[in-house]
């Protein structure tokens, strides 16, 4: 990613989203943009009122705090600023959203959700999670995953929950439950981890839930945070939701273009 973008206002998740985007701009090498809300028709009401731009006095005041903090957060990292949202303005496959969760992606740029870590290994150093089915999603997610894995020097925890096979005697193990579209998936993921030279490893559980088993196996393995895309046709309803609602691990989404 050569570029992180994230919303900054006054409250507390604010500052959390910027001191965990500010940390990840500086592993990363990456130029940070600051997004700052602006009302137009509120800014136009003072206008006319007053013949100040507030608008413009509340972005430069703004930007001050941001600048203090970043000093404080990653010496060095020098922050651009913008007036909007990300969400509406970044479309680029370049580019991370760092922010809250978002029910249905826009554009290219990947999203990922802080869920109220103010750094990215604030749990600790641990692997990049990237549950797999036996659908396209995990693909989607493979190349800006090990991409960010790679540079960031972290290793890859490939997740995978399957129903159990009627059949089968209650002693086997969970990877003899597996469909075969899931096995041509892993061979595919533990391919394309060793071409860009990130370490890897499979677990293989058997969960009451797929949402369940991967927000337990993200969180019991310390992960620094989960790696999802939706499928091309999934829009609202995918797993992404689900995990996004229940997940206290931090999310990324890949960007549609993924």
Known sequence: MQNVHVQYGL???????????????ARLSARLFVWTHRDKAVAALLAAGTGEDAGTREHAHVSARVRMAIGDLAPGLAARFNAGDPLEGVCDSGSLIVGEPVARPRGSAALLAPMGERALEARGTGEICLPFGNGESALA????????????????????????EVGLPETAPPEAHMA???????????????????????????????????????????????????????????????????????AFVAGRAA
Not at 11 to 25: I, K, P, T, W
Not at 210 to 237: K, P, S
Request: aromatic share 6%; hydrophobic share 50%; proline share 2%.
């Open 11 to 25: 409250s507390g998740r604010s500052r959390a989203h910027l001191e965990f985007a500010a940390d990840l701009a």
């Open 141 to 164: 997610a493979a190349a800006q995953t090990f991409g960010f894995a790679a540079a960031l020097g972290l290793p890859a925890l490939l997740y995978h929950t399957t129903w159990r």
């Open 180 to 250: 075969e579209g899931a096995r041509v998936v892993q061979r595919k993921l533990e391919k394309a981890a060793e071409v860009f030279g990130v370490r890897h490893r499979t677990v293989v559980e058997t969960a009451a839930t797929v949402v369940e088993g991967i927000c337990r196996a993200a969180l019991n393995q310390r992960c620094v945070m989960i790696a999802m895309a939706r499928g091309r046709n999934v829009g609202r309803g995918s797993y992404v939701d689900g995990v996004l609602a229940r997940t206290v691990v931090p």
